[in-house]
């Protein structure tokens, strides 16, 4: 069965630093997102991403952050400067192409802000 | 108001229980619904997933939509120690928009 990879499973930072967290999303899957989800919180949206722009991004998606698709397979989410609030799961998810709704998730990126 | 409300649990049930989710959601321009499995640590599992009201049975599982009430329910039927997990609900208004999730309720399943 298709899966979304994610990778690092589990980064360590400095406060201040940059990071950037990547997916590898089903093959022909159009509509992507990044999601996060703060330890024994409820997920949260990010940012969805279609035909190489940001569709819609919520107000946690600040300056702070970027998403880009910097080879037309890998979808990135990368941190400018993290902050300590930082710290979480980022999910990566993805719809297909029919756009039938089913919404698949990666196993995360484990991000720790020091 | 939350756009959608969850129970948090946990919800501790006999191994071969049914076990009752749900979430209730205030917007009704919803349309699509869908159920989650997490395990501790891990990303969302997709269940079941539904467009507008209406049942939909998928093997032990069967997940409810009542747009009028604006309510949606998944049970589990013959409950297994490893149907142990938080339970997601997401909604969403359209088939390529961000989906909203509840907070999860977590469930028990004992021996």
């Known amino acids: 069965e298709p899966e979304v990879t994610q990778t690092p499973s589990h980064q360590v930072t400095q406060m201040g630093q940059e990071v950037i967290l990547r997916c590898v999303p089903i093959?022909?899957?159009?509509?992507f997102y990044w999601y996060r989800q703060i330890l024994g919180q409820k997920v949260e949206f990010l940012v969805s991403?279609?035909?190489?722009?940001?569709?819609?991004k919520s107000e946690i998606f600040d300056d702070q952050f970027s998403v880009e698709r910097p080879d037309g397979s890998n979808f990135t989410l990368k941190i400018r400067s993290t902050k300590l609030e930082d710290s979480a799961m980022y999910f990566c998810?993805?719809?297909?192409?029919?756009?039938?709704?089913?919404?698949?998730f990666g196993e995360g990126s484990r991000l720790t802000v020091l | 108001q939350k756009e959608v409300e969850q129970d948090p649990g946990p919800l501790s049930v006999p191994e071969g229980a049914i076990v009752s989710l749900n979430c209730t959601y205030s917007?009704?321009?919803?349309?699509?619904f869908m159920w989650y499995r997490q395990y501790s640590r891990k990303g969302p599992e997709l269940l079941m997933y539904?467009?507008?009201?209406g049942n939909k049975e998928d093997g032990r599982f069967t997940a409810q939509v009542d747009k009028s009430s604006k309510y949606i329910s998944l049970f589990i039927r013959d409950s297994q120690p490893s149907d142990s997990a938080t339970y997601l609900c997401?909604?969403?208004?359209?088939?390529?928009?961000?989906?909203?999730f509840g907070a999860g309720t977590q469930v028990v399943v004992t021996p």
């Open positions: 997401a909604v969403s208004t359209d088939s390529w928009g961000k989906f909203q």
């Open positions: 093959s022909n899957h159009l509509y």
């Open positions: 998810a993805n719809r297909d192409r029919g756009g039938t709704g089913e919404l698949f």
């Open positions: 917007n009704s321009a919803f349309q699509y």
């Open positions: 539904t467009y507008s009201s």
């Open positions: 991403f279609y035909n190489n722009e940001i569709s819609e």
